[in-house]
């Protein structure tokens, strides 16, 4: 945790569950980026947190902006960012979306296959397109399934296909995984994606950008590699790959920009047992799945927590939301290390929850009110 944060809640102390985000944290990653991969162009990926102070924060350090929806276009734009700054990186859009965010100057765009560039066409004219190929997400904790992205044999016949429709054939993109603990794991995509270009090449379309998306991981339970060593790995896949024709390239950083900046403060709400014999305590917490750790899912993500008993001997706990719904349960296949002495009504900190917490939390499930954010 923050001096910072640790400050705001001593003098604040606000009521109920609650993140608290440090910018200055923001600000230190945006750094680092641009000092791991200086030859990359960083598009922060809103959806991350979209929290306006966040955006306004990153337009003013030089960020461009991954948005996935006209609402999220124009919130980067509220932030300061000029259209030439904004990818509309979707890859699943209504035409009447797409006419929207080229009005608005937007001329970047993700497709991946020819239905969607036929809407870009359309609506979009000129526009570049960046086609996103299928990419296995081996070994990150949130791996992103085969919802977005094709064959990339697929997305040489969709880049010629939005040649042949007047679009610019740009680049191509992909994902590695959200949380994705291998820097190494850019390389089999930067393969595909150089095989990519070359067959294009041989056909007269010379492509000019890849997207190597997101994947950057934070730092929760486990220790991860620093953005640096990502850096040097990406790079010498680029030389691999592209050997001394390395192409433009954009990086879209969203958990690894924001994820550690938060810190979420929640209360033991109940310690209970199943029968007398069953050893394992259930903490019933005033935060669950449905207020803001929707990423617990399946116990992809697992949050460090501090508690005022740290340093007391631990015991295994199953760890639960307050809701009334079964599936709101946080960690059980692998239950959690928590202090024996934790008593109801502690107060405590999940930390590295500044991605992917408050937005997830937007309905008021049973009566419990969206997360509060403070941005600080
Ligand atoms: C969600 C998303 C990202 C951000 O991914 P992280 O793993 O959080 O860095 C980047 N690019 C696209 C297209 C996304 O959908």
């Known amino acids: 945790m923050t001096d910072r944060i ?86 699943i859009k209504k035409e009447r979306d797409v006419a929207a965010a080229y009005n608005r100057g937007v001329r970047l765009f993700a497709v991946d296959c020819p239905e969607e560039v036929d809407k870009i066409a359309r609506a979009a004219p000129g526009s570049r397109v960046f086609c996103r190929i299928l990419c296995d997400c081996d070994g990150a904790e949130w791996p992103l ?50 095989a990519v270009f070359r067959t294009l090449s041989e056909r007269g379309i010379q492509l000019r950008m890849v997207n190597l998306g997101g994947g950057f991981p934070a730092k929760y339970v486990r220790d991860v590699p620093a953005v640096k060593t990502y850096g040097q790995a990406i790079f010498t896949a680029l030389r691999r790959h592209f050997g001394n024709r390395i192409p433009e390239t954009i990086i879209e950083p969203g958990r690894g920009m924001v994820g550690e900046a938060g810190m979420i403060k929640a209360e033991v709400v109940l310690i209970s047992k199943k029968s007398a014999t069953d050893p ?62 934790l008593a109801i009504g502690d107060e405590v900190l999940i930390e590295g929850t500044g991605a992917y917490t408050q937005t997830y939390s937007a309905v008021a499930f049973n009566g419990f009110d969206p997360l509060k954010s403070y941005v600080i």
């Open 6 to 91: 640790r400050d705001f809640l001593r003098l604040r102390r606000p009521e109920g569950p609650c993140l608290v985000v440090d910018l200055d944290v923001i600000r230190e990653n945006f750094l680092n980026f641009s000092k791991a991969l200086p030859d990359s162009r960083v598009f922060y990926a809103v959806k991350a947190n979209p929290d306006p102070a966040v955006l306004k924060l990153l337009a003013g350090l030089g960020s461009n902006f991954d948005c996935a929806s006209v609402a999220e276009i124009d919130m980067a734009r509220n932030a300061g960012a000029t259209a030439d700054r904004i990818s509309y990186g979707n890859t």
């Open 145 to 194: 399934s085969r919802k977005f992205g094709c064959d990339p044999d697929m997305a040489v016949s969709v880049l010629e296909h939005a040649h042949r429709l007047g679009l610019v054939a740009y680049g191509i993109s992909f994902h590695v995984g959200s949380q994705q603990p291998n820097p190494d794991a850019w390389d089999i995509a930067l393969k595909s994606a150089s």
């Open 280 to 341: 394992m305590r259930w903490v019933y917490l005033d935060i669950g799945k449905f207020g803001g750790l929707a990423e617990t899912m399946d116990e992809a993500i697992r949050y460090p927590i501090r508690t005022p008993r740290d340093g007391d001997a631990t015991e295994p706990c199953v760890i639960a939301g307050p809701t009334c719904d079964s599936a709101d349960v946080l960690y059980e296949k692998t239950p959690y290390e928590l202090p024996v002495s």
